[in-house]
């Protein structure tokens, strides 16, 4: 049957009016669409893999914090994934830790400086630039650099800096040190400023998965894990003693790590309660 002009506008008329849209049908089948990309993560592979999936994940959460954000400033959390990666306004990266997060100006960032504050774990990769400081603070003490590689764990009363590629000024109220590849510096609140070697960069183990000792004492060897992961390791009757650790230990498994670490000294290792991040060594150590 050949319709003409008339018998066509007639039906698009009683198309429009009989026309109900289904909203809900419809949300359903756009979350369905949307479902599979919010749940990308960074995956637990090393650094540059997981650019990609990080990438997406940084979309979504960037456009959260424009949406939420009611103080002004840009924030980047790590809520989920082991690591996540972000790529900032003037070209550097920075990797969070779980649970870590950082804000800046907008309007500020990559105009007069590139200032940032830190709350938790981050390694940051920085774009060169000697007319703008990039400048990593916890509030009270600043990270100052121009472009180099290193990592920050920071919080409200401590900031830790270790430097794997060129070199950084840590700077407070009262000093200001420079910290050079291969080095690293502690601030404490109400303590002086710590500054030492860091030849292997254990403090980066939470992101290459590499810890690296040679005849270290097993009090020194607990504190890393302690700043890396959060792990915190007692010793049942008081610490028996401080045997010395060697070895280059690679896992994406810390806890298995550290079983490792207890039997080179003859110890036993076991949980406490139901935390997954709280330890007990127990035995009579081999010196």
């Not at 270790?162 to 009262?174: I, R, Y």
């Amino acid at each position: 049957m050949k319709l003409d002009q008339h018998d066509i506008d007639r039906l698009v008329t009683n198309y429009r009016e009989d026309y109900t849209p289904d909203v809900e049908r419809g949300l359903i089948q756009l979350h369905a669409r949307l479902t599979p990309v919010r749940q990308l993560s960074a995956p637990r592979k090393k650094r540059y893999p997981y650019l990609l999936g990080a990438a997406a994940a940084v979309l979504l959460i960037v456009a959260a914090v424009f949406l939420f954000s009611g103080d002004g400033r840009t924030y980047l959390s790590n809520d989920d994934a082991p690591i996540a990666m972000f790529l900032l306004p003037d070209g550097s990266q920075v990797s969070l830790q779980q649970g870590s997060r950082i804000s800046y100006d907008p309007d500020r960032f990559n105009e007069q400086d590139r200032a940032l504050n830190l709350e938790g774990q981050g390694y940051f990769e920085v774009t060169h630039d000697l007319a703008r400081p990039f400048l990593v603070s916890n509030g009270s003490s600043v990270v100052r650099v121009t472009g180099t590689a290193f990592n920050v764990r920071a919080d409200a009363d401590l900031l830790e800096v270790e430097v794997s590629e060129g070199s950084v000024l840590v700077k407070t109220d009262q000093e200001t040190l420079p910290v050079g590849a291969m080095e690293f510096a502690t601030v404490a609140t109400g303590q002086p400023m710590v500054h030492d070697r860091a030849p292997h960069l254990n403090h980066h183990a939470w992101r290459t998965g590499v810890l690296k000792f040679d005849h270290t004492p097993i009090s020194e060897v607990l504190t890393y894990f302690t700043d890396n992961w959060g792990i915190v390791c007692d010793w049942e009757h008081g610490q028996a003693c401080d045997y010395p650790v060697s070895g280059n230990f690679n896992s994406t498994d810390a806890t298995a790590v550290l079983h490792d670490i207890a039997k080179l000294g003859g110890l036993t290792l076991r949980s406490i309660g139901d935390d997954a991040k709280h330890f007990q060594l127990s035995g009579r150590c081999k010196q």
